[in-house]
């Protein structure tokens, strides 16, 4: 192994973005998002409405949801479904 894929491989140990076991960084909780009350993506008004068909609750939908409000009730309605 050569000294630059060595220090690859330990940047690579103490990295917390790559570390599987570190999951203090990829959930959180909706309502901690910094980003949580910008308008909802176009993935998330499409899975929505998607599951809002599905869930036979129209009203599940509104395009006036933000981020955070959107990601809750996708999981609420893919708990629904079974789809999550």
Known sequence: MTKASEKAVAADETNPKIDPKDTSNQIKDPSEWT???EPMTGAQASYLK????QAKDPDAFSPDLDKAE???RIDALRN?????
């Open 35 to 37: 980003t949580g009350g």
């Open 50 to 53: 998607t599951l809002s068909e």
């Open 70 to 72: 959107a990601s809750q």
């Open 80 to 84: 629904e479904t079974k789809r999550g």
